[in-house]
């Protein structure tokens, strides 16, 4: 029993209140507040809007917000990202309280990031079991030696994209496939993505220091070494055209583009690639003879891999052999992705996406430093892909890409790979990059404020088949967001494409550019959009650039 009981809320008196419309309801402008009560419930400060007491405050205190249940999600978020700012800036707390407002504990050691900061720290080690911990170690030192190539341990990266996912009308899923419909809401931001199809313009690659990604393959027409400045693992990173056994007189220049391809491919264990041989020399760019094929991760503008990199000491592991239930594994302690009784759920289920993410989360692997192996069934997006792609001209928007296998609804496909840059840094690239931009704003929130810096990820120059990837307004992919060798609170995450219905073989794998279509925007004026192409039933005629 408590020493505190809670007392009764005071109903608050609208009797006399204005502002309300016909119905007696009042717009709610947002939440301000939140306090933990010893029972361990929340109840939230709602600013309202058009409504004021006598002494002009106009908040009350409410558990919940049943018709704006968006107001609560997008405070907690923020929440969450200030409580991980503060646990890294260090592990202090300042553990006193005045003896009159004993019932405020709890808020006051969340208010310093309690949890986040008991996660942070290191436990002392203790000698029991010395033997069998030290067995475990060298095991967990293995298994990281041949999923890397070799007993060093490397950081994997995989590849990654940024700042939308597709939400549409649920169809019917495969009796085989234990996922949910796709009407539940997981994408990852309201934010416009940048991209098209096709390069258009000869524009050489701008200078810049790079760090080398898992697996790359640069094809310019003569041979070339890795970009300058590049940290290469230990395996082949880059393939040029001079590392082929044919002669290059006897070979087109498709064939030699896609040869290399391939072969970077092939270094990262993924399936493989191809470039549709009714596509003549003559139709290919010249930039993209020059194009760096990068199937798994991020090449680093200088400074940048530093930020990716962060300490082992700040992860968060699981020591399970197979991680069986989310709400047992330590990882998911920071989801958002949650079941109705809000217990900790994965995004997978039998290797599938179950689109049970929230707009505006991240699904959090298990990592490198996770004891768990390759099989955990929490780790998916970090695994090499084995789907086939090819890609060939449309006719109608450019060059595409098309699975060669069909794919079941779930099936995750791959990540966007490039260039990874400073948001700040986009107004500076030469315009045909622009075409080729994601923002990595899966939790950034619209005319609020965000907290750490912004990112993009740049394909121009650098990528994998993704680039290639098409808008439609009835896409039959969706993009989220990912984190699994690095932190959320670093906002560099992969953003991963998934099948979001059964598509056949040799379909054109496509997404929606912009699934937040704003009603009110004026497509006729055409001011920040481009003429959609897509042919599909569902289209809107515009979608914004």
Known sequence: MHDWEPSPTPEESWSDASGGNENGEWPVKGVVGEELRLDGTSRYEV????????????????????????????????QRRKRAALADEGLDMDVRWPDHAIHLRLTHQRA??????????????????????????????DERGVEDGGPHLRV??????????????????????????????????????????????????????WHAAQSSSSIPLLRTSQPPHSVGPSTRSSCTLGDSNVSQATQSVRSRIEAAWSTAAADAMAAEIRIDENIADEDIPSDLKKFTYVEKGYLFDDGLQEVFQVSPDVFTTCDHQRCLEASDCPCQVNSEILDASNRNRYAYCKG????????GAEVIECNKYCSCGRTCPNRVVQKSRDIGIEIFDTKRCGWGARTLTAVPKGKVMGTYTGRLIRREDIDTLPNPHLGYLFDLDCTEVKDDENLGDKYTVDSYTCGNW??????????????????????????MPYVSFVACEDIPAHTELTIDYQPYWDEDIDATAKHGTERCKCGSQQCRGWYRM
């Open 47 to 78: 600013r309202w809007g058009n409504w004021s007491r006598e002494d002009g405050s106009n908040t009350t205190w409410q558990t919940e917000i049943p018709d704006r249940p968006d107001l609560v999600n997008r405070w907690k978020r923020i």
């Open 112 to 141: 310093q990031g309690y949890e986040e900061k008991k996660q942070r720290s290191t436990p002392i080690p203790s000698t029991a079991n010395w033997d069998q911990e030290v067995e475990n170690a060298y095991q967990r030192r």
């Open 156 to 209: 994997r990266r995989t590849g990654s994209i940024a700042s939308i996912a597709s939400q549409r009308g649920a169809r019917t899923a495969s009796p085989a496939q234990s996922i949910t419909s796709r009407d539940t809401p997981f994408q990852s931001s309201p934010s416009v993505i940048r991209k098209k199809g096709r390069l258009h313009k000869d524009t050489p690659s701008t200078s810049s220091a």
């Open 352 to 359: 599938l996406f179950t689109f049970n993410v929230p707009r």
């Open 466 to 491: 993704t680039r290639f990837v098409n808008h439609s307004c009835d896409p039959n992919m969706a993009v989220f967001s990912v984190v699994y060798d690095t932190i959320p609170i670093v906002n």
